[in-house]
Nanobody, 115 residues
Framework: QVQLVESGGGVVQPGGSLRLSCSFS????????MNWYRQAPGKERELVGM???????DYADSVRGRFTISRNDAKNTMYLQMNSLKPDDTAVYYCNGDRFGVHYWGQGTQVTVSF
């Protein structure tokens, strides 16, 4: 069974930082595009950023310059470094692997940005 497991969520004050982790099988997802999505209450799930197997990244306009995606295959882990967090970043964050058009999802981790 393919598993993606997120961790690292929590409560942080505006302006603070968090790093989310996603553990996955680097072998299974070797040629996949790995993504982070988020879903805020009452809103649709949105793409936060993506990392192709070639190492290219792209980000939503709302997070560009503040968030960074990286991956360490030796540790079977992908990361989402989030800096300068805003209350609008509050959401459940999901790790996603797009492997040949088939999407695999983690269970999500809650990030709350609040005083």
């Amino acid at each position: 069974q393919v598993q993606l497991v997120e961790s690292g969520g929590g409560v942080v004050q505006p302006g603070g930082s968090l790093r989310l982790s996603c553990s996955f099988s680097a072998t299974f997802f070797k040629y996949a595009t790995m993504n982070w999505y988020r879903q805020a209450p009452g809103k649709e799930r949105e793409l936060v950023g993506m990392l192709t197997n070639g190492g290219s990244t792209d980000y939503a306009d709302s997070v560009r310059g503040r968030f960074t995606i990286s991956r360490n295959d030796a540790k079977n882990t992908m990361y989402l470094q989030m800096n300068s967090l805003k209350p609008d970043d509050t959401a459940v964050y999901y790790c996603n692997g797009d492997r040949f058009g088939v999407h695999y999802w983690g269970q999500g981790t809650q990030v709350t940005v609040s005083f």
